[in-house]
C-alpha cells in the first residue's frame, strides 16, 4: 500500500501527470471518475502566484471530488515558493508538488523546473524550506538528470527524501532528450532499490498501454505509474490498466455512447468552470483522441474545434450520435 503523507494512495496507484493546459479540473475529474488515483494540476508559476496573476490563480481551483489532488508549482527562487506555499494552501489541496523537471527553455533558464538539476543543493533547499513551511504533504517531480553524464537520481532522491519529501515521481528522460527516445526506467528502478528509500517512487514516461504498467510494477517494482499523454482525450486509460491488472485482459474499448457522454460533460464542466468562451476552446485539444477512428469524421471534428459557440458544439455531437451511433471503436 503507498501513502504520500498520511494519504492511503492504495497498492500500485496510477497518478495522472501534471499536464499544461491539459490537467485542468474538468479532465482530472473525468480520469478520476476513470480509475486515477492521484491527480495533480498544471505547473503554476510561484511568480505568477505572488503577483496574483489571474491566469496562475485560477489554476488553483480544484473539485471536491477529484481528490487527492496535488497543487504543482515551479519557481527558483525560495522566498517566491515559500509565499506560493501559503497561497496555494488557501485552495486546500491534499499535496503540494514542486516541478523539477520542466524542460522548456523559458523555464529552465530562470534556473526552475528541470533547471535545477544544474543546482542539486538549491533543488534540496528549496524543499527542505518548502516542507517546513506546510503541513501538507510535499512531493517532488523530476527528470533523471541534466544530461546523461550527469544522472544522480539516486542521490538526489535520497536527499529530497532526508529532507522531508513525501513522495517523488520521476520522468526517465533528462533534460537534455526533452521528450525524444525512449524513457529509461532502470534509474527509476535503482532509486527504488536503494535500501534507504521509505519514500514512494513513482514511475514516469512512456506508459502507454496496460502492458506497460504491468511492466513498471512487476519488472522495475516501482511504486506506482504517473501516466500523462495516454491519457488525453481517453481518461478510460486508467480504468483498463486497473482492469487488465486484474484479470490479465483488456477491456473493450470505450463505447460512443461513453465517448460522447465524456465529450458533453467535458465541455459543460468546462463552461461552469471558466465561462462558454474559455471553456469551448480549451476543451477542443481532447476531441481528436475522443473519437480517434472513426472514418470521415473531419467534417464534424471541424464543427467541433472552430465554433466559438457552445450551442454549435454541442449540436456536432448530437450529429455524431445520430450518424454514427453504432459504429465500433477497435
Ligand atoms: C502537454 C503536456 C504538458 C505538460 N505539462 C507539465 C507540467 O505542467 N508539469 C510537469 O511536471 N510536467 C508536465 N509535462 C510532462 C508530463 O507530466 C510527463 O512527465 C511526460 O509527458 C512523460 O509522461 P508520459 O509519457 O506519460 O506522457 C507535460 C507533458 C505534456 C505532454
Known amino acids: 500500500m503507498a501513502k504520500i503523507g498520511n494519504i492511503d ?62 497543487i504543482q508549482i515551479f519557481g527558483a527562487n525560495l522566498e517566491s515558493m515559500l509565499q506560493s506555499v501559503e497561497i496555494v494552501e488557501k485552495s486546500g489541496p491534499d499535496i503540494i508538488d514542486i516541478n523539477f523537471g520542466c524542460p522548456v527553455k523559458k523555464v529552465v533558464s530562470k534556473g526552475a523546473g528541470a533547471g535545477i538539476l544544474k543546482n542539486i543543493d538549491l533543488m534540496v533547499s528549496l524543499t527542505e524550506a518548502m516542507v517546513k513551511h506546510t503541513n501538507l504533504p510535499v512531493t517532488v517531480k523530476t527528470r533523471l538528470g541534466w544530461d546523461n553524464d550527469s544522472i544522480k537520481i539516486v542521490e538526489v532522491a535520497e536527499r529530497l527524501q532526508d529532507v522531508g519529501c513525501k513522495a517523488i515521481s520521476i520522468h526517465g528522460r533528462t533534460r537534455v532528450q526533452m521528450y525524444k527516445g525512449e524513457a529509461n526506467w532502470a534509474p527509476i528502478a535503482e532509486v527504488k532499490n536503494n535500501s534507504r528509500m521509505h519514500i514512494p517512487v513513482f514511475g514516469n514516461g512512456d506508459v502507454d498501454t496496460p502492458e506497460r504498467a504491468v511492466e513498471m510494477r512487476d519488472k522495475f517494482g516501482l511504486d506506482g505509474a504517473m501516466i500523462g499523454r495516454a491519457s488525453i482525450g481517453y481518461p478510460w486509460f486508467f480504468r483498463e490498466v486497473k482492469h487488465y491488472f486484474e484479470t490479465g485482459e483488456h477491456l473493450p474499448p470505450p463505447t460512443m455512447m461513453e465517448r460522447l457522454d465524456a465529450a458533453r460533460r467535458h465541455l459543460q464542466m468546462a463552461i461552469d468552470w471558466k465561462g462558454e468562451k474559455l471553456g469551448v476552446f480549451e476543451t477542443r485539444r481532447h476531441y481528436t483522441n475522443y473519437f480517434k477512428g472513426i472514418p470521415h469524421f473531419k467534417e464534424y471534428r471541424m464543427k467541433m474545434v472552430t465554433s466559438d459557440d457552445a450551442v454549435d458544439v454541442f449540436a456536432a455531437f448530437d450529429e455524431v450520435e445520430r450518424d454514427f451511433s453504432d459504429f465500433q471503436f477497435a
Open 9 to 70: 494512495v492504495g497498492d500500485f496507484p496510477l497518478l495522472l501527470a501534471p499536464m499544461e493546459d491539459v490537467s485542468d479540473p474538468p479532465f482530472r475529474a473525468l480520469c478520476k471518475e476513470h480509475g486515477a488515483d492521484v491527480v495533480y494540476t498544471e505547473f503554476i508559476s510561484s511568480e505568477g502566484l505572488i503577483r496574483d496573476a489571474a491566469k496562475s490563480t485560477m489554476k488553483l481551483d480544484i473539485y471536491e471530488k477529484e481528490r487527492p489532488v496535488g
